[in-house]
């Protein structure tokens, strides 16, 4: 597992820890040197799933002008999972963003998957362009990419690949910044798991914290309606994000969100994006080191999401614990079995060694666990 694997401070270094940590801090205001957004607040991109049609374009554009927002996102060329569905409008939609840009004066951001995408999206004029998470995955796309966009002064976001693979996702970053690209930002949109989920893709949080310890100069967005994947999960999702000090927000709106030709059940009206978006709290901080306030915070909310992560996988294990004790039955073998539980505590001790840990806490927490275990398998045998 490499949940958790990540180390966390020993006591002597917890200083040096987080004194770095504050550098971090200082140095994601970056994004403020973007122009993008208003100083001391996260970036809010929104707009459709898919520009559709002009009228739809428009509208959603100016409700969303309406409730304050700057920048509006849609899909042009939108990368299906099953071909004959809708697959964009491709490049008549750019019209309409150009619209958008001259007679609302908001910025527009677009995805591009290829080449020609990127040429159609600079010579129309679009502020930003993201690279979707299908494509991160695939570093051949991502370079030929980065290429096309040598000398070009325009802000990149790069969503997270759709498997858990951190390495891939920097790689994609990396690609961009060796071309000269001097914004690049990173979107968090979830992962892919066959598990089923309340999430369309599993947020797996440990994975951008890890990936902002390792460039923290990269600003970090997060996309709640794709990882969510329903409407209702876009304000709980952006309120964690925002918790965990991520830079910004995009989210999918649409102006009739049951009539959009993708993602549906994810895309809120402009109206009930600005409720989620005024429901949220952006923390407030009050103390006279903002910086150290903003860490210890960023400190716990790590230890919450590993102790979340700790209570499943003792979840699982016990499911496995009463599978064991259903088959014990049938077998009519006993419960308690010495040899394999010595066996268990002697490997456990030395793993325990090799992350750093006690004997005294591995001893003490099998003694628990296995008395669980134990529990659980004598109700089965009485039932
Ligand atoms: C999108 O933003 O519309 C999109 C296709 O997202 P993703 O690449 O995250 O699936
Ligand atoms: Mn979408």
Request: glycine residues 6%; hydrophobic residues 35%; proline residues 5%.
């Amino acid at each position: 597992m490499n949940n958790c694997t990540h180390s966390y401070p020993k006591q002597t270094k917890l200083k040096k820890y987080l004194k770095n940590r504050i550098m971090d801090s200082d140095s994601k205001n970056q994004l403020e040197g973007w122009g993008l957004k208003r100083p001391g607040r996260p970036l809010v991109i929104a707009g459709p799933c898919s520009a559709e049609t002009r009228e739809q374009t428009l509208n959603t554009a100016k409700q969303l002008k309406k409730i304050g927002l700057e920048v509006f996102r849609a899909g042009i060329w939108k990368p299906r999972t099953r071909p004959n569905q809708f697959e964009g409008v491709g490049s008549e939609g750019l019209e309409w963003l150009r619209s958008i840009r001259s007679e609302l004066g908001m910025k527009v951001a677009i995805e591009v998957g290829n080449v020609k995408h990127v040429y159609e999206a600079l010579r129309s004029g679009v502020d930003i362009i993201w690279i979707g998470a299908r494509t991160t995955a695939n570093p051949f796309a991502v370079q030929e990419i980065a290429d096309s966009l040598r000398g070009v002064d325009i802000p990149v976001l790069v969503k997270n690949p759709v498997n858990p693979d951190l390495n891939l996702w920097i790689g994609a970053i990396e690609r961009l910044s060796g071309a000269g690209i001097s914004r690049v930002g990173a979107i968090h949109r979830g992962f892919t798991t066959y598990d089923k989920t309340r999430y369309r893709n599993i947020p797996q949080w440990e994975l951008p914290i890890e990936l902002r310890e390792k460039m923290p100069e990269i600003p970090l967005l997060c996309d709640p309606s794709h990882m969510g994947g329903s409407r209702e999960l876009i304000s709980e999702l952006s309120q964690k994000a925002l918790d965990l000090n991520y830079n910004g927000l995009i989210i999918e709106s649409h102006c009739n969100p049951d009539e959009a030709k993708s993602d549906k059940e994810q895309q809120v009206t402009p109206i009930q994006l600005n409720l989620i978006l005024k429901g949220l709290a952006i923390r407030n901080v009050t103390t006279e080191d903002p910086s150290l306030m903003i860490t210890l915070e960023d400190l716990r909310q790590r230890i919450d999401l590993c102790d979340t992560r700790l209570l499943s996988l003792i979840e699982e294990r016990m499911n496995v614990v009463q599978k064991i004790g259903r088959y014990k039955k049938e077998n009519r073998l006993t419960i308690f079995q010495p040899s394999r539980w010595s066996d268990v505590v002697k490997s456990a001790v030395t793993k325990g060694r090799e992350h750093h840990l006690s004997d005294e806490l591995v001893i003490n927490l099998f003694k628990a666990i296995h008395q669980e275990s134990i529990n659980n398998q004598t109700k089965i045998l009485n039932n």
